[in-house]
């Protein structure tokens, strides 16, 4: 096949010859102007010519029409290839005898309308049945059809015909309608289509040489698929065949994919009358005394209570006046010919009718098998997450178990330290105190590792001082590096900005982890911990540090580096002997640095020691509060002297033992054994203490429901109460905030962090420096017109100790948290749970009175009073309280977004 191109540009033959490079047989031959065309033509067959409408000596339409008019392109499509298509050159391209315009940007349109002509030039394949009374006309044509590869039988009578036409299968018919004998053409083509099955259905294709809209009529009426026109045009005729059987072929590949595959299909009329279906439809739905034909579709596919069939194909969407109409899949519970039901899946394909009446394709799939593999899956996933829910649950017992005796032991020791130990006694005691407290890492090392698996390892954004924490890690592991004799240096560069934002807590436990493990493994030397900024990065965006832990220690070997960062696996095995540890310490580090948006990396050399480095991201913040000094006699923690705190604890060490602490420090104390006494008591002596210090797990009344019980006594609400906890799980300090509590203290108790505690909470009658925070030096506890919204806020900061960065927190906490909650508070009164809606609408309440929000707290009131009050109507009455409660919510996100109340 030859193709040619004129065009004065090389581009449009490099592309056309990439694009058809697969094809056989295949020649472009290139002319750059219509003079160098002239010279290539004469002599030479062209099947396809491609014209640009620029050509440097002609307009490309008029050389189209130049060539039409030699007579030697009278078949040939001729195309034309132009910047800018219009409506005139359209018209123009029309009487000049153009085939088809094409953009030259839109090259690909162009390739594939070339593809889609070479492919009727490939090999026929095929087997015709060729009837023609005409010798002569029947021996060139039979001649012809086989020239193009198809298998001929050429016979000269309808009545020899019918006969081949019974005994063998053909892809295709060529019939003359005109014939000699007793059958006419058309008598053949009406007999072949009355045959059942697919073999009536073989393409027929007409030949007449009575060309007339009244003979073309009654040919289709009787049957057939096409027609040509006598004389015969072969290049017509070719076309003519390829399309035909082209449509077969995927007729044929289509029904045969249908036949392999594991659908049951029905095919129905427009009624739902049932008039063929396949073998896996008699397998699936079962056979019986009677065949499928003429039984109702509904009786198989009972579908959302529909009558009939007809009642279904409606249902389903598919309107009997629009062609083409496919339904998507539905699923619903089939019925089998005994009556047995089973699910299903099944959609609806309109397909194309000979007869009067539509027809529909009903596919169905029976998905019993996915939906037992369904429920194993979700029955595997209830038993996996109640076999998590039971770790968590035995962790936590655990965690309580062992830290309350602990909690014990070393605050006793601690009490022993603290008096006038002989020097001997004093070395044994703090030697079990230092074994207690390791003791203790190993079993925060299980707890942390079980909470990453688990995924539940929260994190926490405040305001820290680097210089005092750093300050604090060399306080710790200091004493531990002098007593081996080796030196400890902290150096931080001066660029490093002190004030940041993030988790102290588990940043000093990547840096406590690293640093300790460098002085255990370290005999000579000492250790060095560096810090630097990464990059000066907008302060907008935080701040990048790397930290630098080197040691002059005993080194790791590459074959033990490769697996040092695997759970409960240390460099050797005697490590393990001679150091002891859990081997998870650097697994939890590995991932804390992670989370802290950084990476984790380690160089070492045996016998010259290891370098481990970690970067970690921070935001930054304005001047912080300074640390509350570490020392017991620190004289910030003279200010909690004349307090009068109730502690409430089951274990009589551990209650002795909060009393002792709180004894050191001048806090008088109350006691008592478990929740209920601790109710009983604030109510009976009210305005009577400034702080309770709340064990969480007692019997009788625990301390979540002693907490929830003395918040809604209104006298109580602003009274600090701090949980005291031996569980270490993460979700604790949550479910403290959400009864009211302020804060929490993890057993063991480090004395401290108690101290600490209470005098966030109780120590707000002497001044605090100045904190400027995401809240704004405009939110202050005195000042003036305050928002409607939020006239509560002073009363809420006094309760936080004066900390804006705590309220900010709280503030965003309420606004994010609730969001969710107010979805499921408004579907809880639509559909009338009136349990919900009240413990949602407290739990609204009481989080808005910590923040000040009063006009919510009072509409978050009223709707769970109403809950609790109104029965008829419930619905009802509760939705104007609900869209109180939704504006006000509303308001307090506008006051979030308002730089004059709440500080970007």
């Not at 003519?240 to 392999?260: P, Q, T």
């Not at 979030?896 to 709440?902: D, G, K, T």
Request: proline fraction near 4%; glycine fraction near 8%; charged fraction near 25%.
């Amino acid at each position: 096949m030859n193709i040619l191109l004129v065009d004065h540009t090389a581009i449009y033959r490099d592309i056309l010859q990439q694009a058809l490079h697969g094809y056989r047989d295949l020649e472009l031959t290139f002319a750059s102007d219509a003079a160098s065309a002239r010279t290539l033509i004469p002599g030479r067959e062209f099947h396809f010519v491609i014209v640009s409408r620029h050509l440097p000596d002609i307009d490309g339409v008029d050389f189209v029409r130049e060539l039409r008019s030699s007579g030697q392109f009278l078949f040939e499509p001729i195309v034309l290839l132009t910047s800018s298509p219009t409506a005139e050159l359209a018209a123009q391209a029309e009487q000049a005898g153009i085939t088809e315009i094409f953009r030259k940007h839109d090259i690909d349109e162009l390739v594939s309308f070339l593809r889609r002509f070479l492919g009727v030039y490939t090999p026929l394949r095929g087997r015709v049945l060729y009837v023609e009374d005409a010798r002569d006309q029947r021996a060139a044509l039979e001649t012809q059809l086989r020239d193009w590869n198809l298998q001929v039988d050429a016979l000269d009578s309808a009545e020899a015909a019918w006969e081949a036409f019974r005994h063998k299968e053909y892809d295709l018919l060529i019939c003359d309608i005109v014939l000699q004998g007793r059958m006419t053409g058309s008598r053949l083509v009406n007999r072949i289509r009355r045959t059942a099955g697919r073999k009536g259905d073989i393409p027929i294709l007409a030949m007449t040489a009575f060309d007339s809209a009244a003979k073309r009529i009654e040919l289709f009426h009787v049957g057939i698929d096409d027609y040509i026109s006598k004389p015969v045009v072969l290049v017509e005729l070719h076309a003519r065949i390829h399309g035909i059987l082209s449509r077969k072929l995927v007729s044929d590949r289509n029904r045969n994919l249908l036949d392999a595959s594991s659908l049951a299909v029905f095919l129905t009329d427009e009624r739902g009358s049932i008039s063929t279906v396949n073998d896996e439809t008699v397998e699936l739905f079962g056979s019986g005394s009677d065949n499928f034909s003429a039984i109702d579709i509904a009786r198989f596919l009972p579908y959302a209570d529909c009558g009939d069939g007809s009642e279904l194909l409606y249902r389903l969407g598919i309107a009997l006046d629009a062609v083409g109409t496919r339904g998507l899949p539905w699923e619903t519970l089939a019925r089998r010919r005994n009556g047995e039901s089973f699910p299903v899946r099944f959609s609806i394909i309109e397909t194309a009718s000979m007869g009067v009446r539509r027809q529909f394709a009903i596919l169905v799939r029976d998905v019993s098998s996915e939906r037992e593999l369904e429920q194993r899956l979700l029955q595997a996933k209830e038993d996996a997450e109640a076999a998590t829910r039971l770790k968590s649950q035995f962790l936590a017992n655990m965690s309580h178990e062992i830290r309350t005796p602990m909690n014990g032991i070393m605050g006793m020791m601690q009490l022993a330290l603290d008096g006038n130990l002989p020097d001997e006694e004093r070395g044994y005691v703090g030697k079990a105190h230092e074994s207690a407290r390791f003791l203790l890492g190993i079993l925060d090392d299980i707890l942390d590792f079980s909470k990453i698996e688990a995924g539940k390892l929260l994190f926490e954004l405040q305001s820290f001082d680097l210089g005092l924490l750093l300050n604090r890690v060399d306080d710790l592991l200091g004493l531990r590096a002098r007593e081996k004799g080796i030196g400890l240096v902290l150096a931080c560069s001066p660029s490093v900005p002190r004030k940041l934002v993030g988790d102290p807590l588990r940043l000093s436990q990547v840096l406590n982890n690293l640093a300790g493990n460098a002085i255990k493994f370290t005999h000579e030397g000492g250790v060095r911990i560096e810090v630097e900024q990464v990059a000066h990065d907008d302060p907008r965006d935080g701040v990048e540090l790397l930290f630098v832990i080197r040691d002059t220690g005993i080194g790791i070997s590459q074959s033990q580096l490769n697996r040092l960062f695997q759970p409960f696996a240390q460099a050797e095995a005697s490590v393990s002997r001679e150091f002891g540890g859990s081997g998870l310490g650097l697994v939890i580090c590995q991932h804390l640095v992670e989370r802290m948006g950084g990476k984790l990396s380690v160089e070492s050399m045996p016998g010259i020691g290891s370098v481990f480095r970690f970067t970690a991201r921070f935001g930054l913040a304005g001047e912080i509060r300074g640390e509350v000094p570490q020392s017991a006699e620190g004289s910030e923690f003279a200010r909690l002297a004349g307090l009068h705190v109730l502690v409430v604890e089951d274990n009589p060490i551990n209650l002795e033992l909060a009393c002792q602490y709180l004894k050191r420090v001048g806090i008088s104390a109350e006691t008592a054994i478990d929740g209920r006494e601790a109710v009983n008591l604030v109510r009976a002596n009210r305005d009577h203490y400034q702080a309770i210090l709340m064990d969480m797990q007692m019997p009788i009344m625990d301390g979540i429901e002693a907490a929830r019980l003395i918040r809604e006594d209104v006298a109580s609400e602003q009274l600090p109460i701090i949980a005291l906890t031996a569980n270490a799980m993460a979700e604790d300090r949550q479910r403290c905030l959400e009864v009211g509590m302020q804060d929490y203290v993890s057993k063991p108790i480090d004395r401290d962090r108690l101290y600490a505690t209470l005098t966030r909470w109780c120590c707000v009658q002497k001044p605090l420096p100045s904190v400027t925070s995401p809240l704004t030096s405009a939110i202050q506890a005195t000042c003036p017109g305050m928002p409607p919204e939020l006239e509560g806020l002073p009363a809420a900061l006094r309760r936080m100790g004066g900390d804006r960065e705590m309220y900010r927190f709280m503030y965003t906490e309420v606004l994010v948290g609730q969001g969710k909650a107010l979805e499921e508070l408004r579907q809880a009164v639509l559909v009338n749970d009136r349990q919900l809606a009240r413990r949602l609408a407290h739990t609204l309440k009481g989080l808005a009175g910590t923040i000040g929000a009063l006009p919510l707290k009072t509409a978050a009131e009223m709707l769970e009073r109403a809950c609790a009050e109104i029965e008829a109507e419930f619905s009802a009455e509760a939705l104007p309280i609900l869209l109180e409660v939704e504006e006000n919510l509303q308001k307090l996100r506008e006051l979030e977004r308002s730089p004059a109340v709440i500080g970007s």
